[in-house]
């Protein structure tokens, strides 16, 4: 059986904090994620490159990303949802759903504490997506990638604050 991993749940976010100045790497990246059936990752990626874009006064930019991310949605996911994937929150009792939406809110505003706009950009988009489609719902999930991809997030957000702290 062996152990499976969602790439673009596993690497994107620390792609979305050491990215921010590589306009075309990024780029190809979401061309990449826009060829692959899982439009909710295209969307979170576009999303968190936008707001830096934006940011940084390339809304050239900012609107070629979003077009990419726009065309994602022409390929269609073959995969068939699976309750505990995508629907895992209405397979919860009402507590436990509480206390999974919760922490899955906590952890999308928690960058916010480190003024990472791009990082809870992408992380919101990626608790929204099931609400728009068949989408991995993040962290509650069945799944380890999406709990490692943020922690791996949260490590290359932190290194960077530190990389730029006086010394």
């Known amino acids: 059986m062996g152990v499976r991993f969602n790439a673009a749940e596993l690497l994107l976010p620390s792609a979305v904090v050491t990215l921010d100045s590589q306009i075309l790497l990024s780029f190809a990246l979401l061309i990449l994620l826009a060829l692959q059936p899982d439009a909710s990752q295209a969307v979170a990626f576009a999303g968190a490159l936008i707001v830096t874009a934006i940011a940084s006064g390339r809304f050239w930019f900012a609107a070629s990303l979003a077009v990419v991310a726009a065309l994602s949605f022409v390929r269609p996911d073959t995969l068939a949802p699976v309750p505990e994937v995508e629907g895992i929150i209405a397979l919860a009792t009402p507590l436990q759903a509480a206390i999974a939406v919760l922490a ?43 709990i490692l991809g943020a922690w791996l997030g949260f490590g290359a957000l932190m290194s960077s604050i530190r990389a730029s702290a006086p010394r």
């Open 104 to 146: 899955l809110a906590g952890t999308v505003v928690a960058p916010l504490l480190f003024r990472s706009y791009s990082l809870t950009i992408y992380l919101a988009l990626c608790a929204l997506a099931p609400l728009f489609g068949a989408f991995p719902v993040p962290l509650v999930g069945m799944g380890v990638s999406p």
